[in-house]
T-cell receptor, first 114, second 113 residues
Framework: DVKVTQSSRYLVKRTGEKVFLECVQD?????MFWYRQDPGLGLRLIYF???????EKGDIPEGYSVSREKKERFSLILESASTNQTSMYLC?????????????FGPGTRLTVT | EDKVVQSPLSLVVHEGDTVTLNCSYEVTNFRSLLWYKQEKKAPTFLFMLTSSGIEKKSGRLSSILDKKELFSILNITATQTGDSAIYLC?????????????FGQGTRLTINP
């Protein structure tokens, strides 16, 4: 079974703090993704990566950065957390783009910024 | 701008009813359409559709894609309380050689006993 794990299920941070969200997958997938999920807006893509040290901006990258130093690990960084970044964050991984296959999701991290 | 719209946004039915969830899309470089089920945790994969008119079926769930009219439906027959969840529709697109999913807002389905 594919497993995607995220470092925390719940996280509470203060405005201005630097926040790291970690994601690890165990299926040797090339592609990894970070989404945020907000009521009424669905899942929106923040950043994605299709190889180690590669990163691409998604639809809402402002206020975020990412790091992919190893194939199995994809980190999302909030440089200076703000209250409008309170959300559910979901990580996903998938096979490379030349193959059909679904994205596998982690359990999510519910981040609250106060 | 790529867009995926689901309807209804919320649906409440009684156990045993049949429901149809809708997903329409306007995207460039369509590759596939996916349905996911999300309970209180990670979305879990249901179906991937790439060709028009071919029904995919899994137990009481089925789905079909119409690439001419740009929509898909997800049917659930003989609903059970365990079907209560948010159902997500996503379209996979290819942009600058990379694939990504564009999600709809989701349909929150509640099955009452």
């Amino acid at each position: 079974d594919v497993k995607v794990t995220q470092s925390s299920r719940y996280l509470v941070k203060r405005t201005g703090e630097k926040v790291f969200l970690e994601c690890v997958q165990d299926m040797d997938h090339e592609n990894m993704f970070w989404y945020r999920q907000d009521p009424g807006l669905g899942l929106r893509l923040i950043y994605f990566s299709y190889d180690v040290k590669m990163k691409e901006k998604g639809d809402i990258p402002e206020g975020y950065s990412v790091s992919r130093e190893k194939k199995e690990r994809f980190s999302l960084i909030l440089e200076s957390a703000s209250t409008n970044q309170t959300s559910m964050y979901l990580c996903a991984s998938s096979l490379p783009r030349y193959l059909y296959g679904e994205q596998y999701f982690g359990p999510g991290t519910r981040l609250t910024v106060t | 701008e790529d867009k995926v719209v689901q309807s209804p946004l919320s649906l409440v039915v009684h156990e045993g009813d049949t429901v149809t969830l809708n997903c329409s899309y306007e995207v460039t470089n369509f590759r596939s359409l996916l349905w996911y089920k999300q309970e209180k945790k990670a979305p879990t994969f249901l179906f991937m559709l790439t060709s028009s008119g071919i029904e995919k079926k899994s137990g009481r769930l089925s789905s079909i894609l119409d690439k001419k009219e740009l929509f898909s439906i997800l049917n659930i027959t003989a609903t059970q309380t365990g079907d209560s969840a948010i159902y997500l529709c996503a379209v996979e697109v290819i942009i600058q050689g990379a694939q990504k999913l564009v999600f709809g807002q989701g349909t929150r389905l509640t099955i009452n006993p």
